[in-house]
């Protein structure tokens, strides 16, 4: 597993092939088997084409030409032509179907991984930059795509052109072959020399590029702190520090890399002289014709290139095992909360809510955060959890939605234990708003119906009217097709949390959770809204939490929670009349409002 850090930490990669990783990515090579094959006989086709043109050329030089053999030359000639057409058009398609597989590929597997974190707990996405997750949804999968479709069959063919070369080079001369392969091992050290020094510098600079994209996300979405601090400037330097290392990681590997290829050509043209000279001399007893010795020459050339594509491969190969342990890193992480076996769907339900002896805690050895919490509301009424912070107001709701499992005890809606149903269906009849309020990209008649993909303009309407968020959707430029930016940037946040509070009710939800929801509502417009809500709220089981208690007066029953228990509980009034916890907390409010 990887380390989770920040983006001033590098990601500690793997320097070796983990085969169980690459095995797994068969599970999406599989699908297009078909295609693959249809490829490489077409690649297999192509490498024969490549061998057999310096053979040809051999022929035609060392008998058609000497013997004056017109036909033979023009029928060589033809035979030439057509396979250099055969190999065009075989090359045309050998890359549009590896393009296409390697495409097909990539989606499946962003597919997953998308889907995947989709499920994923909030802890997750707490405890990892943003941009480091994004990173691995989009660069590690791209790089995959393209060393597992195209750069194995690329390999395949590679080493089948290497071996068919050196078999029809030994059946023409083995002697001239040997001497061909003098420097071959030379090359071979030269090749994996520099792919070792290649491998470290490119998986370094893997990692301060994916370090540059974590900073740049997490200032981006910081922008607005930092402005209203003017550490601009202080930013601006972490960026050039970031930017810097990948400069120079990148320079590092350039340098490696623009070493191959004079080594490969210094050693490719001695070679090729090497050649020459035994051939022209009968060095060591050698004795070719000129349309042989051209012939050597050109195999020759088919030695270097999938000498190289062969390094490269298995260079990208262990880049590629090391993006694969992150990807399957993210794949193999289990969601905290997921359907039971044999998990059902919720009915239609009541909204009879039950917490019954409750206890939770997030790690197994840590405290408890909610020490045997107990009580019963009835289907319709109306719950606020006021207290301090930490007391444990938003891990009781957390639990009802069941983006929590308790630890102890249980939690029913109508009798149902809501570790008995699917996810789907329990969280399908709750609405739950939370003070930070998202809003998508989009117009705001979009962002409305994300409560309920089918609902008609009229029900969007009738849901904003209800929160009294129709009055300032109407004074926006194109009222409820006026586009809004990513997150609502170009609305205020109490006009953010209107148009989230008109979404949730679009959904007309059974049981109705507010956490904080009107905390950045003005007072003009949370009376407005107070006024909408005492109508919707009925015939709806609510869970309210609020800071405010002027938005929790009329309230059916209060839970003041504090220390992971209920401390005291009843309505408004009564709990004014017992001078406890609540008492103080109302009168401390109030008395900094009159000051």
């Not at 030439?80 to 590929?105: H, K, P, S």
């Not at 020094?197 to 990692?207: E, K």
């Not at 993006?323 to 339900?349: H, M, N, Q, S, W």
């Not at 059974?510 to 009376?527: H, P, V």
Request: glycine letters at 6%; a negative charge; one cysteine or more.
């Amino acid at each position: 597993m990887a380390q989770r850090n920040t983006y001033r930490e590098d990601e500690e990669l793997e320097e070796q092939i983990n085969l169980h990783d690459i095995i797994r990515v068969g599970a999406y090579l599989k699908p297009y088997l078909g295609q693959v094959a249809r490829i490489l006989a077409v690649v297999i086709t192509m490498s024969c084409i490549v061998v057999s043109v310096p053979y040809l050329t051999k022929v035609m030089i060392d008998d058609a030409i000497p013997n004056k053999d017109l036909g033979r030359l023009g029928l060589l000639a033809g035979l030439l032509a057509a396979l250099i057409v055969v190999y065009e058009i075989g090359l045309r398609y050998r890359t549009v179907a590896i393009t296409r597989v390697g495409q097909m590929m990539l989606k499946d597997m962003r597919r997953d991984l998308f889907t995947h974190i989709q499920t994923l707990p909030f802890s997750y996405f707490d405890s990892r930059p943003h941009g480091k997750i994004l990173i691995r949804v989009v660069n590690y999968v791209n790089t995959l795509s393209d060393t597992l479709s195209s750069g194995l069959i690329n390999v395949i063919s590679d080493v089948f052109t290497f071996m068919i070369t050196l078999v029809v080079m030994f059946a023409i001369d083995w002697r001239l072959a040997l001497w061909s392969l003098v420097l071959f091992p030379l090359l071979v050290a030269w090749v994996y020399v520099l792919k070792v020094l290649q491998r470290r510098a490119f998986r370094i600079l893997s990692n301060k590029q994916s370090n540059l994209n974590a900073f740049i996300h997490e200032s981006i979405a910081g922008v607005k702190t930092t402005q209203t601090f003017a550490q601009e400037r202080t930013q601006f330097a972490a960026f050039q520090e970031q930017q810097g290392e990948v400069r120079r990681a990148w320079m590092r590997a350039v340098h490696i890399q623009f070493l191959m290829w004079p080594g490969v050509q210094t050693i490719s043209v001695m070679t090729i002289a090497m050649i020459y000279y035994v051939g022209v001399t009968g060095f060591g007893g050698v004795a070719v014709t000129t349309g042989t010795l051209i012939a050597f020459v050109g195999y020759a050339n088919n030695f270097w290139n999938p000498v190289i594509n062969i390094g490269n491969f298995y260079n990208q190969l262990i880049t590629c095992s090391a993006y694969l342990e992150r990807i399957f890193e993210t794949l193999d992480i289990t969601p905290d909360i997921e359907d039971r076996p044999g998990a059902k769907p919720l009915p239609t339900v009541h909204g009879r809510v039950d917490f019954n002896d409750v206890v939770f805690r997030y790690e197994a050895d840590g405290r408890n955060i909610l020490n045997l919490v107990d009580f019963h509301v009835e289907p319709g009424r109306t719950i606020a959890l006021v207290g301090p912070t930490g007391a444990g107001k938003t891990t009781i709701v957390s639990l009802l939605s069941r983006f929590y499992d308790v630890t102890e005890g249980s939690v029913t809606i109508d009798g149902h234990d809501v570790r008995d149903v699917t996810l789907d269906s329990l969280r399908r009849q709750m609405g739950v708003m939370l003070q930070d309020t998202f809003i998508f990209s989009g117009n705001v008649r979009e962002n409305i119906r994300y409560g309920r993909l089918d609902a008609t303009d009229e029900e969007i309407e009738a849901a904003a009217k209800a929160v009294h968020a129709h009055e300032f959707i109407m004074e926006l430029p194109d009222g409820y097709d006026t586009t809004v930016e990513e997150r609502g940037s170009t609305l205020s946040a109490g006009q953010r949390q209107l148009i989230a509070f008109a979404r949730v009710l679009l959904a007309d939800p059974r049981i109705l959770i507010l956490d904080e929801a009107t905390s950045n509502i003005d007072t003009r417009t949370e009376e407005a809204l107070q006024a909408g809500l005492r109508h919707l709220l009925k015939g709806r089981t609510s869970f309210i939490i609020a800071h405010r208690l002027s938005t929790i007066e009329n309230s059916d029953e209060i839970f003041y929670i504090d220390h992971g228990q209920i401390v005291e509980h009843g309505s408004h009034a009564e709990l004014l009349k017992r001078r406890g916890a609540y008492w103080r907390l109302y009168e401390s409010q109030y008395a900094m409002i009159r000051v």
